[in-house]
């Protein structure tokens, strides 16, 4: 079965950029797998960031952003602000399944 | 304003069922595909299966032989069964429905608050 790699963690400093990125184990995400996004504070539901690739979900803030980065999609946040300190979901179609990354957990300090 | 929410019994025994039911407030069922993702102590999202409103579905290879899914549009709610549970199926579970503006479904629009489901005698 495939699987959705994601960075288990990364870091960066209030107001920086950071990219998190979505990977496969073998072969590249490309636009036919409709990448999504989602944001999960420990104790709470997701929260859904971005649909196919690069279509923010309403009222979502436009310093997060989804891309397709070499064979991997991305999610970057811009400005980073403490409250964006959350664990990322990454989604992917694959003909009829959908499979999640292992996730990214973001420190902002 | 669409909502969901989860429910069931939260403690289940080794071996058995576990039945949860997702009720959708504030629209309708029909017409949308829904879905059941689960998210075991400390772990990641891992996505169970769809259906949709006319029953068409499909679930995760490595759950499909223990899973079912059904909508009931009268009571505006869905359904998952998982049977054989073992203290690996503890999870809060989540329903979602599904945004799909064309013929391929492009991720999550809204999600329940999610529902804990212990398996312990």
């Known amino acids: 079965q495939t699987v959705v790699t994601q960075e288990p963690s990364f870091s960066v400093s209030p107001g920086g950029t950071v990219t998190l990125t979505c990977g496969l184990s073998s072969g590249s995400v490309s636009s036919s797998h409709y990448t999504s996004w989602y944001q999960q504070i420990p104790g709470q539901a997701p929260r859904t960031l971005i649909y196919?690739?690069?279509i923010r979900s309403s009222g979502v803030p436009d310093r997060f952003s989804g891309s397709i980065l070499g064979n991997k999609a991305a999610l970057t946040v811009a400005g980073a602000q403490a409250d964006d300190e959350s664990d990322y979901f990454c989604?992917?179609?694959?003909?009829?399944?959908?499979?999640f990354g292992g996730g990214t957990k973001l420190t902002v300090l | 304003q669409v909502q969901l929410q989860e429910s069931g019994p939260g403690l289940v025994k080794p071996s058995e069922t576990l039945s949860l039911t997702c009720t959708v407030s504030g629209g309708s069922i029909s017409g949308f595909y829904w879905s059941w993702i689960r998210q075991a102590p400390g772990k990641g999202l891992e996505w169970i299966g769809y259906?949709?409103?006319?029953?068409?579905?499909n679930s995760n290879p490595s759950l499909r032989s223990r899973v079912t899914m059904s909508v009931d549009a009268s009571r505006n709610h869905f359904s998952l069964q998982l049977t054989s549970v073992t203290a690996a199926d503890t999870a809060v579970y989540y329903c979602a429905r599904y945004f799909c503006p064309g013929d391929i479904c492009q991720g999550f629009d809204l999600w329940g608050q999610g529902a804990l489901v212990t398996v312990s005698t």
């Open positions: 259906m949709h409103s006319t029953g068409s579905s």
């Open positions: 989604l992917l179609y694959f003909s009829g399944l959908w499979v």
């Open positions: 196919n690739t690069n």
